[in-house]
């Protein structure tokens, strides 16, 4: 590891006016950037420490619940309001890591973790854009079973790790940011971008914009909603393919659907097609799995991933089914 300035400012203006230079790091939980520090995947020159900021509240009203970027994955996933009203939630940040790391990873160090792509973190391995731009992509014809078929581009096919992020996307969150140029509220659909020609952007966030709070709305929907994770062991493993789920439901006829993939893209993927089929279908299994198939169409595979795209159908299937089956 190399050395490093530190700094823990207590208001945001401070933190916002030191991480906006290139070289310096936001830090809050540590759970990733500890690690890229170790492994001299990243190399900031400052690191500023957000605990000491504000952004610590769990605030539940009648509306929904404000989350503190600062909040604890672990007093999220627990909280009682979270698991009645959100399940998805709860079930996606429980399936995540151990029981350790979320004790300290925060809600905002989630939202913006990097890919765990094993090209990204062997500095070892020259080409990876997303390390190092222009010098090109080791997995392209490398070992890629554990990389994107959705989103990807000629320039990168990691794929995005989070979980949280998938059960968001499907439950409407919005993330809400506050930088050199003010406040921002900004969709979680919107708030990760695609490899493109440029992999090492991974968000819309501008030097320097911190995270302040995530909010939820609840719904019907929300409360009928499930996460479905596929992956090679049982406990701390990172997903093949994931599912969120969440439907409002007429009876036994679907009012409003939402979907959205995880482990198979390069960003949290929502699936418009397949909550567009589902609208005025019967809550079954025959009619999720219907839905499920017309997923994955623009999938773009290797020979080591293209297993995903059968995956991803049946985790979405799945993720329905527990969905519907809530009461």
Not at 283 to 302: I, P, V
Request: proline share 5%; glycine share 8%; charged share 20%.
């Amino acid at each position: 590891m190399r050395g490093f300035d530190y700094e823990r400012p207590s208001a945001d203006a401070d933190a916002i006016r030191s991480g906006r230079e290139s070289s310096a790091r936001f830090i809050a939980g540590g759970t990733l950037l500890v690690d890229l520090l170790r492994l001299d995947v990243e190399r900031p020159a400052r690191v500023v420490d957000l605990n000491g900021l504000s952004h610590t509240a769990l605030e539940v009203s009648a509306n929904g619940l404000r989350i503190g970027a600062l909040v604890r994955n672990s007093d999220l996933a627990e909280h009682p309001q979270v698991i009645a009203a959100f399940p998805a939630l709860s079930q996606a940040l429980l399936s995540g890591a151990s029981p350790q790391i979320r004790n300290m990873a925060t809600v905002g160090g989630n939202l913006l973790q990097r890919t765990r792509c094993s090209y990204f973190r062997d500095v070892a391995v020259e080409a990876c854009n997303k390390r190092t731009p222009g010098s090109g992509c080791a997995a392209l014809t490398g070992y890629s079973r554990m990389h994107a078929v959705l989103g990807v581009s000629d320039r990168c096919i990691a794929a995005h790790p989070s979980d949280m992020c998938v059960a968001l996307l499907a439950l409407d969150a919005v993330v809400h940011t506050l930088g050199p140029r003010g406040e921002r509220a900004i969709p979680l659909a919107d708030l990760h971008t695609l490899p493109g020609a440029r992999p090492e952007r991974e968000s819309v966030l501008e030097p320097g914009e911190i995270v302040t709070h995530v909010s939820l709305v609840k719904s019907a929907l929300a409360a009928r909603s499930a996460y479905v994770k596929a992956r090679d062991r049982a406990s701390y493993a990172f997903a093949l393919a994931s599912a969120a789920a969440a439907l409002e439901l007429d009876g036994n006829l679907v009012r409003a659907a939402r979907v959205a993939l995880g482990g198979v893209a390069s960003k949290p993927w929502r699936c418009p097609e397949v909550e567009q089929a589902l609208v005025g279908k019967p809550a079954t299994k025959e009619s999720f799995q219907a839905a499920a198939a017309l997923a994955m169409r623009d999938a773009k595979t290797t020979v080591d991933n293209q297993f995903k795209v059968e995956l991803g159908r049946r985790v979405i299937a799945r993720a329905l089914t527990l969905a519907g089956a809530r009461t």
